[in-house]
C-alpha cells in the first residue's frame, strides 16, 4: 500500500506493484524494486566496492561529527554519505602499505568559510589537548570543531561546536580510552546556526598526556 502526498499527481510513500515511493532530502524518488544480482561483479566493480568498504569503516567512528562537518554539502546527499564520496576520491590511497586512508588528506569537515591561517595542539595536561589557532575571517558567533582519532583502535573525541572561534584557543577532554595514545588531530570552524562550516585542518600527530 502507498500513500499519495499530494494528490494523484504527486509523489507517494510505500509500494505500488513492483514501484517503491519514498522521499529522500526533499525529492521525492521513485524507483523499481530489485530482483537480484544474477551476473558477476566486474573487477572495476569489485575495486569501487574495496575503496568504499576501506574510506565507510575509517569513517564509522567519527560518524556524528560528520554530521555537522558534512551538512548541506550537496542538495541530495550530506553526513557520513558525503564524506565517503569525498573521502573515496580524495584521501584513498594506494602505496607499499596497500590500500589505505591518508589522514593528511583527509576531510571531516568540507565547506567555504576561512581556515585558520596558524593552527597547533598540544597536550600540556592529563586527558586533555589544547587547540590554538589565529587569522582567517570570522563572524563573532562562529564557533571551532576539534577532533582527535585513534585511528589503529578506532576511538575518537571531539566537539562540533567548541569555543568561539575569535578565542584562539580551547581545550577538549580526549577520555580514557585516547590517555597515552599517538592520535591525529583536526580542526574546523562552523557558524552557530550551522549553515556554514570551513574545510577541516589537518594539524599532525599528538600524544595525549
Known amino acids: 500500500m502507498a500513500i499519495l ?11 505500488v506493484g513492483t514501484v517503491i515511493g519514498y522521499t529522500l532530502m526533499g525529492q521525492e524518488i521513485i524507483r523499481g524494486r530489485g530482483e537480484g544480482r544474477k551476473a558477476p561483479f566486474t573487477e572495476g566493480e569489485l575495486t569501487n566496492q574495496q575503496k568504499f568498504g576501506l574510506t565507510q569503516a575509517w569513517l564509522k567512528p567519527i560518524t556524528n561529527f560528520l554530521r555537522v562537518g558534512f551538512q548541506h554539502y550537496a542538495k541530495t546527499y550530506e553526513g557520513f554519505v558525503a564524506a565517503k564520496s569525498y573521502n573515496s576520491k580524495n584521501a584513498l590511497v ?20 576561512d581556515l585558520a591561517e596558524t593552527a597547533s595542539v598540544v597536550s600540556e595536561s592529563p586527558g586533555t589537548v589544547t587547540f590554538k589557532w589565529s587569522g582567517g575571517r570570522s563572524e563573532y558567533d562562529d564557533r571551532a570543531m576539534f577532533m582527535l582519532y585513534d585511528i589503529e583502535n578506532g576511538n575518537a573525541a571531539f566537539e562540533t561546536a567548541a569555543v568561539k572561534r575569535q578565542l584562539e584557543t580551547g ?23 550551522r549553515k556554514r562550516r570551513s574545510n577541516s585542518q589537518y594539524l599532525g600527530l599528538v600524544t595525549v598526556l
Not at 502526498?5 to 509500494?15: A, D, E, V, Y
Not at 607499499?96 to 567555504?112: E, F, I, K, N, R
Open 171 to 193: 581545550v577538549l577532554k580526549a577520555g580514557e580510552e585516547l590517555i597515552g595514545k599517538t592520535v591525529h588531530a583536526y580542526i574546523a570552524f562552523v557558524s552557530e546556526d
Open 94 to 113: 594506494y602505496d607499499d602499505a596497500g590500500a589505505h586512508v591518508d589522514p593528511t588528506l583527509a576531510l571531516v569537515s568540507y565547506g567555504d568559510m
Open 5 to 15: 502526498k499530494n494528490g494523484i499527481l504527486g509523489g507517494f510513500s510505500g509500494k
